[in-house]
């Protein structure tokens, strides 16, 4: 049921100290509309001012630490917020409405472990070694030596607002980086409040640096000579505008940007399980989910009943409700704006010819849940492969289904797309499988299954989906320089 919110203040954290600037913007509750906090935006001074912290710790207690150390004071972090599990998990819900059902299985412990998956990153991935013979016969010794990037500015995004900020600051500190962090205007708390687990566990000042603010806060970072790097997740012309600003200083930059991920259902598919995975990949978060599906492709021979399966799914396992309600699974896109965006590919479908076999629009409650950012999961049939419907990202809980006749054909439609971020097939041939696979252009490919993650894993999207990989060894091609070392014998 709904409570009485308090609104809270979430000042800048820079050195250590949480900063107030007096200039806010309000945060709201995607549920009823109501604000919930006061964000203090950052201005030039504020930024410079995180730079320089991050730049005196970096050459200072931090840079100075041991491996070994750094390690250990990574993983308290991420036990730090496990013992404050409770009051992550109520900033979480209040800035994103998600339901707690969701929330304290996936954001809060991911990013908690995020913490913990890389904090031993460098232990676990040596560097080559390699003798190499010389003219004189003696020989020479190669070896190659990580140092931290530098400072990493990190622009996080707001579906997943811990749990991908995290994935960024995770393996940027346990490389040894410091950094500063602009989470998403609209999903600022977990962000300010890692500050307050930085200081209780003893992270020296100026490690770890938060600000708040729009596109110009961003941008302060982005082109800020004394940022090292930039990590990026979000939507692609974002990316664009990024890769822009970081070029006149050189800035190193690993972006994961938009998506419109497709799936596919052979004939010889496991329905039950194909449900089962698609109704998560489809609806899970309303659809807020970089690696969500948007397109399926369904062989003409069980089109018909995959389709009004997923429409049973739907109906049936979709539960509109507060956060708090343990029956709740489904719950608001994350703001007005989005709402609106989402809603306009409503009408879109419509004018594209589309049949609403569910949803379609966003539902009424009669109470104060509707001045929340709320729409109806979705599902179409009849929309061509080429509709903007089909082609354009629409981050919401809405999925467009395409009959396909044959494997060839359904690969090149897959692949007929400005993105590579994800994909998904459905099949119980072993042949298929392995010839399928390989040859559809996504980052990630799931087989049988959907949002099965390894942090040790590749995870970045290829064409306009991404540039670079981060996850294992791969974040460290981003997080770490390295030098080769060679010794005459």
């Not at 990026?232 to 419109?260: C, D, N, Q, Y």
């Not at 489809?282 to 599906?293: A, E, K, M, Y």
């Not at 956060?323 to 594209?352: C, I, Q, W």
Request: hydrophobic share 40%; charged share 20%.
């Amino acid at each position: 049921m709904h409570k009485e919110i308090t609104v809270r203040q979430l000042p800048n954290f820079i050195n250590g100290e949480f900063v107030e600037t007096g200039n806010t913007f309000d945060v709201l509750y995607p549920i009823t509309g109501e604000v919930t906090a006061q964000a203090h935006i950052a201005g030039k001074a504020e930024v410079d001012a995180a730079v320089a912290a991050a730049r005196a710790a970096l050459n200072g207690p931090w840079g100075k630490l041991p491996q070994a150390e750094r390690a250990k004071m990574v993983h308290a972090i991420g036990d730090g917020v496990n013992k404050r599990f409770d009051d992550f998990l109520a900033a979480e819900v209040l800035d994103t409405g998600k339901p707690y059902s969701l929330a304290s299985h996936v954001d809060i412990p991911g990013g908690a472990a995020n913490f913990a998956s890389f904090a031993d990153v460098l232990r676990e991935h040596p560097t080559e070694a390699f003798r190499t013979d010389t003219r004189d016969g003696l020989g020479a010794l190669n070896y190659g030596v990580r140092h931290p990037r530098g400072v990493i500015g990190i622009i996080s995004p707001w579906n997943l607002p811990l749990l991908l900020m995290t994935w960024k600051a995770g393996p940027a500190l346990a490389c040894g980086n410091t950094v500063v962090v602009k989470p998403s205007e609209v999903t600022p708390s977990t962000a300010t409040l890692l500050g307050e687990v930085m200081n209780d566990v003893g992270v020296p000042e100026g490690v770890y640096n938060v600000v708040h603010g729009f596109g110009e806060t961003g941008a302060l970072i982005t082109a800020h000579p004394g940022v090292d790097g930039i990590t990026f997740t979000g939507e692609t012309v974002t990316g664009s505008t990024i890769l822009r600003a970081v070029a006149p200083t050189l800035k190193a930059a690993s972006l994961e940007m938009g998506g419109k991920n497709a799936g596919i259902v052979f004939e010889d598919a496991d329905l039950d399980l194909t449900i089962k995975e698609l109704g998560r990949s489809c609806f899970v978060n309303s659809g807020q989910v970089c690696l969500g599906t948007e397109r399926v492709y369904v062989h003409e021979s069980i089109f018909d009943e995959v389709a009004q399966r997923l429409v049973d799914y739907a109906t049936n396992e979709l539960k509109y409700g507060y956060p708090d309600d343990e029956a709740t699974n489904f719950g608001p896109v994350v703001s007005a704006e989005h709402r609106d965006k989402v809603l306009s590919y409503y009408m879109l479908a419509n004018e594209e010819g589309a049949e609403v076999l569910y949803g379609g629009g966003a539902p009424k409650f009669g109470d104060e849940r509707d001045g929340g950012s709320w729409v109806e999961p979705t599902v179409w049939k009849g929309l061509a492969h080429d509709s903007r419907v089909a082609t354009e990202e629409i981050f919401g809980p809405a999925v467009a289904l395409i009959p396909f006749t044959d494997e060839d054909e359904v690969i090149k439609l897959a692949n007929d797309t400005d993105y590579g971020l994800a994909a998904a097939f459905f099949t119980t041939n072993s042949s298929r499988v392995h010839r399928v696979a390989p040859q559809l252009e996504a980052g990630i490919v799931w087989v049988n299954s959907w949002m099965v993650r390894d942090p040790r894993t590749a995870f970045g999207g290829m064409k306009h989906s991404g540039i670079g990989r981060e996850g294992g060894v791969h974040g460290l091609e981003f997080y770490t320089e390295t030098s080769n070392v060679c010794v005459k014998i």
